[in-house]
């Protein structure tokens, strides 16, 4: 079965591109072909992969940009980064596809107030409704004793939304970005505890 995800919120800055980039690699290990589809305007995930190639580190993963998408024809997944804006056509295509959503959130107000429109937004999305697509909540730059946190706890216990997995806010996901890589490129004890945030995300998707 090819297994289709989408990863979105309508608020910018909340890290899809970073999700995106180290759950493609994370599959992609697991000998999957996998494609990474950069539907963002900023076009991060294709230029961190310009710099993968140059350290040949691409064995079983494309990136390619969405216009690009029809001359992809053999993969077992299918990532999107997907643009902020909800209400762009090519969004809701994307959706239609997707078996999983994913839904980076982190603890800003900011955040909390744009999950509230994201989720009125999605909600009326039938495939939404019609239980078609899984909703996958991720808390993203997580701190453990932050009191913003803590707020961002009630706030999803009050609408009913359990996070699948907490991603440490840690200053190794950027720096190896900026070398082309993700944190399942790397084999170094700093980094364990990194990857086993991942886990219960990957056998959630059936792709550990």
């Not at 997580?142 to 840690?170: E, G, H, M, T, W």
Request: glycine share 4%; hydrophobic share 40%.
């Amino acid at each position: 079965m090819k297994i289709k995800i989408g990863i979105l919120n309508s608020k910018g800055g909340c890290g899809k591109t970073t999700i995106a980039i180290n759950l493609s690699v994370a599959i992609s290990h697991q000998m999957i072909k996998t494609v990474l589809i950069d539907a963002d305007p900023n076009q991060g995930a294709l230029f961190w992969f310009k710099k993968r190639n140059k350290n040949h580190l691409s064995n079983y993963l494309k990136v390619t940009s969405l216009n690009k998408l029809k001359k992809i024809k053999n993969f077992e997944c299918l990532i999107y980064d997907c643009p902020a804006n909800m209400k762009d056509k090519k969004v809701k295509d994307i959706i239609s596809q997707c078996n999983y959503l994913i839904i980076p959130i982190q603890a800003s107000i900011f955040d909390q107030t744009a999950t509230n429109l994201f989720l009125e937004l999605i909600n009326k999305l039938s495939r939404i409704r019609k239980g078609k697509t899984d909703l996958v909540f991720v808390i993203n730059k997580y701190k453990n004793r932050a009191q913003l946190f803590k707020k961002l706890d009630v706030f999803l216990l009050s609408k009913k939304i359990k996070p699948l997995c907490k991603f440490s806010d840690r200053m190794a996901y950027q720096l190896l970005a900026e070398e082309g890589k993700s944190i399942f490129d790397v084999n170094h004890k700093s980094i364990y505890d990194l990857k086993n945030e991942w886990v219960n995300l990957l056998e959630f998707l059936r792709v550990k």
